[in-house]
């Protein structure tokens, strides 16, 4: 197990490496280069002259290489020209919020998914399963961002039920213990203010789960499909087990193994649906924050989210290779 | 009274909308009390489709099964589903062909074995995990208490065969069917597993039913042998009378293809030609017709009955039986 | 035994042979393609997607208005929430700047197709040739085929790690803003999509047992790959195509959202019409709902042909 961690940490590096590049690369063709990029469009000459020496861009391209790449080593993405704070220090604080309606969003997405992916695949070519295959269909093709104004609309502005925007009403004066709004609430007992976040969290986690809800839906259904026709699946009925027993164990716990590695690879999906539904329900997390950063032109953020990205990508996936070699003995590592 | 009697079963696929194909078209047989049955023929034949309906696995949608098969004197194809889940397992068990995908992958060998001693025998915990080592040292897997915690894919071929017996005489059924148990193993392990099974059956009494392509496996093994054609039984017969005397010409040309070792050298093998696929319908005639050698007009005039031109018992569904022994094998042992 | 009996012996057999049903000559895709017919999925996507077809060719000649005409500049006051909606001579009412949406949709039609065709082909053709490449070294190219094969490998899991709308987002920032940028970009998120699926299926397709009669014929190498293994594991590329323009399509009204979809007035697309839409979607949610319902079904269309095509394709999924 040890061993595993060890080694997919380490393929992390190359990742990495050839990202930097990439980066380093994209900076360079930037118009007006990493000067402007640094400053933004409306930097004087003098002060991209200074720059420019500043980062060194007289020394040779692999010196420069060099010290972009230390630079990020140690964590430094630079300084967001948009509040003048570190990059880095930003994502720590934004975080939290979209670790949270991710979480939630998934686990929606699999709460809702699994089973009707399930039922409807025992129930094959009834209402169930037309319902949940065409549902799913439709789900895939509305754009995220336009689910997320119609629930808004319907939802928080016309019926009022649920709040229009932000993490946290204004009136609630939240203790911040660990960032993670639902959690702190909990920790100091203010319950109200984890119940307000809740009710913040639900129409975006809704609208950030549709296309993770679609995938797992099909997937599963696609997955038990093919796993009721397994021998192995004959095999305990041939024994004469209790319908219940042939289900849980032969049935679901087989058909679970793709549904667990498409999770993972759902999460590039579901970073790019936070930055457009936290930016409509102006959530506050990461996604909002790479929203204006995109307006603005905000490339040190940008680069260092791209980063920040590619490393939480690598780490979700090593989690989900984690628990798929707990429910999958074929691929454990002795 | 037999133990199973199987009166002219059919299992048609498709219908309603799609063209219906006939996979068994009328199979009658029987099975003794410790009694070994050999069911033959060539893929395609219906004798896996068969084993399947007598044991209500088939799925549900899409085929209409008609006939009758008695279990000990009730219909199987009248009881209740929860009755024959309580049968099966129990009183009547079934080794499959391919033993890696018959072995659910992601749970652990004991488990497997332990699941159908808690099922039927009531058995728990400890309990059922001393049994269940007990029944994988009877098939003949060493180390059984270690085994009980690995996963299929870390035993062999044989092994993973083993363990299948081991769950099937489980709960010492009545009636073993065995759905070509050696196909996907190497010939030494083949004699091996085949040994097991005879050893077994002779132990406990256990009536198997022997589903198989393989003439040596009857020859060794089967004391009555049922050949199907087509999803008929075309020769019916005890098994030193059937090697003796082989009167149906799909059955005298089966045995006539094998090759034998004391063949004077250069003489040509005897396939029988054709595949199964060019046959015509049971209605129109001997759907073995368009590949005998000895096919003539009244073949074609509806389907042959079953008749005993050469013995009492011996049962050749043919009007132009091979009645001349100028090729007759050698009885086996 | 008489020569006219003999005869009449084989031609009785010949008759009763001949009522059998005969499926084993046709061919995966003349097979896949009668089965695609009685898919109403297949039907459903494929009127879908005529219908956008048609519109997107004429729709241009048949407008009412010119798109940018704002001819009824008086009677919109954005500032004022007030909006006009559906009538006689508008149809789908006006936009914020007295716009005619009718005309906007079916001009916008045109773009919304251009933008999902050019950068689905963008990225199928580079996909195609990364996917290609490292398929053919992995599967014939030995030791050293295996080691390019991973190297390409980890490259397109890099991209695979990316947020697409990341890759995109950062594709506009070096080209700037116009459609071309939007197309481009939408391309390069699909590459690493085609570019694994071709891999994987020439991988499959690579172990099976012609790919070694060829080789041991000592038919050549390259041979092989291009008549063989390539032929043989396009449908799951060609499937993906017909998926990929509806995600094209989403991702680029995703781009037009985050602004970076073209600026021109003068030429609407779907996406960006809903992007602008958005701002004035408490006071007037039609104006974003005609293009996202256009987006919905184009996309819809595309997926429920592809979908129907993949389980065609699928000999495993056949019911």
Known sequence: MLRLVVRRLLQLIPTLLGLSVLLFLWLDRLPGGPASAILGEKATEAEVARINRALGLDQPVYVQYWRFLKRIAELDLGTSTQTGQPVWDEFVLRFPATVELSLLAILIAVAVGVPLGYFAARNRGGWLDVTAVSGSLVGICIPVFFLALILKGIFAVQLGIFPSYGRQDTGINATDVTGFAVLDGILTGEFDASWDAIMHLILPAVALASIPLAVIVRMTRASVLEVQDEDYVRTAEAKGLKRSVVRSRHVLRNAMLPVVTAVGLLTGSLLSGAVLTESVFSFGGIGSFIRTAIDGRDYPVLVGFIMFIAMVYVLINLLVDLAYSLIDPRVRVH | ?333 | ?319
């Not at chain 2, 079963?9 to 099975?31: N, Q």
């Not at chain 2, 391919?98 to 488990?111: C, Q, W």
């Not at chain 2, 690995?150 to 083993?162: A, N």
Request: contains cysteine.
């Open chain 2, 1 to 333: 009274m037999s133990l199973l009697t199987v009166d002219e079963l059919t299992v048609t696929f498709g219908g309603r909308g799609r063209k219906a194909s006939r996979a068994v078209d009328g199979v009658s047989f029987e099975v003794d009390q410790g009694q070994v049955v050999g069911l033959v023929g060539e893929s395609g034949c219906g004798k896996s489709v068969t084993s399947l309906a007598l044991m209500g696995l088939l799925p549900a949608k899409g085929l209409t099964i008609g006939g009758r098969a008695e279990f000990d004197g009730t219909d199987l194809f009248t009881m209740s589903p929860s009755a024959r889940r309580d049968l099966r397992g129990s009183e009547m068990a079934m080794i499959f062909q391919d033993p890696l995908s018959s072995l659910n992958p992601v749970v652990p060998i004991g488990v497997q074995v332990t699941e159908i001693l808690e099922r039927h025998r009531g058995m728990k915990g400890e309990a059922a995990r001393k049994e269940a080592a007990h029944l994988l040292d009877r098939v003949g897997i060493p180390d059984p208490t270690r085994r009980l915690k690995e996963y299929p894919h870390q035993l062999s071929g044989g092994m993973r065969q083993r363990a299948l017996i081991a769950m099937a005489v489980a709960c010492a059924p009545r009636l073993l069917i065995a759905d070509e148990p050696t196909t996907a193993l190497d010939v030494t392990i083949q004699a091996q597993i085949l040994e097991l099974l005879k050893e077994l059956v002779d132990q406990e009494g256990t009536a198997l039913l022997m589903i198989t392509h393989d003439l040596g496996v009857v020859a060794g093994l089967c004391d009555q042998v049922n050949v199907l054609y087509a999803g008929k039984v075309v020769e019916s017969a005890g098994r030193r009378e059937l090697f003796a005397h082989p009167t149906h010409p799909y059955a005298h040309g089966l045995l006539g293809s094998i090759p034998r070792l004391d063949a004077p050298r250069g003489e040509p093998l005897n396939p029988i030609r054709g595949s199964i696929n060019d046959r015509i319908a049971w209605a129109d005639g001997c759907a073995f017709a368009p590949r005998c050698d000895r096919y003539e007009m009244g073949c074609l005039s509806g389907t042959p009955q079953l008749g005993e031109p050469r013995a009492a018992g011996h049962q050749v569904r043919c009007v132009n039986p091979v009645l001349d022994d100028a090729k007759a094998e050698e009885v086996p042992a």
């Open chain 3, 1 to 319: 035994m008489s020569v006219a009996t003999k005869t009449d012996k084989i031609q009785r057999l010949a008759e009763l042979t001949a009522t059998k049903e005969t499926s084993t000559g046709a061919s995966l895709w003349r097979e896949a393609f009668r089965r695609l017919k009685s898919s109403k999925m297949a039907i459903i996507g494929a009127v879908i997607i005529a219908v956008f077809v048609v519109i997107a060719i004429v729709g241009p000649y048949l407008t009412p208005y010119a798109p940018t005409a704002q001819t009824w500049r008086g009677e919109v006051f954005p500032n004022q929430g007030k909006f006009v909606g559906p009538r006689g001579e508008n149809w789908f009412g006006l936009d914020h700047l007295g716009r005619d949406m009718f005309s906007r949709m079916l001009v916008g039609a045109r773009q919304t197709l251009l933008v999902g065709v050019v950068s689905t082909l963008i990225g199928l053709v580079a996909g195609f040739l990364i996917g290609g490449l490292s398929g053919a070294a992995a599967t014939l190219g030995g030791e050293a085929g295996k080691r390019v094969d991973s190297v390409i490998m980890r490259f397109i899991d890099m991209m695979l790690a990316l947020p697409s709308l990341l890759l995109a987002v950062s594709v506009a920032a070096v080209m700037g803003q116009s459609l071309t940028t939007v197309m481009i970009a939408v391309g390069v998120v699909q590459v690493p999509v085609f570019a694994r699926l071709l891999r994987g299926s020439m991988l499959a397709q690579g172990g099976a047992d012609y790919v070694l009669a060829a080789q041991s014929l000592g038919v050549r190498k390259r041979r092989i790959v291009t008549s063989q293994i390539i032929p043989n594991s396009l449908s799951p590329v060609i499937v993906q195509a017909t998926l990929s323009l509806a995600t094209a399509i989403i991702e680029a009204a995703a781009l037009s959202y985050l602004g970076l979809g073209n600026p021109d007035p003068a030429i609407p697309e779907w996406g960006v019409m809903l992007a602008q839409a958005q701002r004035f979607f408490d006071n007037a949610p039609m104006m974003a709902v005609y293009p996202a319902v256009g987006i919905i079904i184009t996309a819809l269309g595309f997926t429920l042909l592809g979908e129907a095509m993949r389980e065609a394709l699928d000999p495993k999924l056949r019911g």
